[in-house]
């Protein structure tokens, strides 16, 4: 069984991190606003994941990444559940954009579908952004939940 730890990321490894994030092509990262995590397996880093600060009320889950190697082994799942648990941003909204394809895995940590919910005009114009024609091969779909 291999042990997965998340802890917070460094200021000095935000190059590294946003070169992982452009291999994917997700938004890149700003240490100032957002609050970082890499999951290691082993001591070997294997994702990464963070929570960016919309304003007071809102926060951005995102960037939930592992890497190829470490696939099927849990590491989104304990990114995701690590972020929620940790928030340092204190009570607020927590928004998700995720492919539309990990809905059930998003509703696990209580995300729901934001249709009826007034969303922040930075996170409707990022949904806008994913589903630009070309920029994803799947859809993406706006999700929430508060703490």
Not at 36 to 48: C, H, M, P, T, Y
Not at 64 to 82: C, D, K, L, M, T
Request: glycine share 6%; aromatic share 12%.
């Amino acid at each position: 069984m291999k042990k997965i730890t998340v802890i917070q990321a460094k200021k000095d490894q935000i190059d590294w991190i946003n070169s992982k994030y452009d291999e994917v092509d997700f938004a890149r990262s700003n240490y100032e606003n957002e609050y970082i995590v890499i999951a290691k397996v082993n001591n070997e880093n294997a994702g990464l994941g963070r929570l960016v600060k919309i304003d007071n009320d809102a926060i951005e889950l995102g960037g939930i990444y592992a890497f190829p190697n470490f696939r099927g082994i849990g590491i989104a799942e304990n990114i995701v559940r690590s972020l929620c648990e940790q928030n340092p941003f204190g009570p607020s909204t927590i928004w998700c954009l995720p492919f539309e394809n990990l809905l059930r895995f998003y509703s696990k940590f209580g995300f729901k579908n934001s249709e009826d919910k007034e969303v922040p005009e930075k996170v409707a114009k990022k949904l806008e952004w994913c589903n630009a024609e070309n920029k994803y091969k799947k859809k993406v779909i706006l999700l929430h939940q508060t703490n």
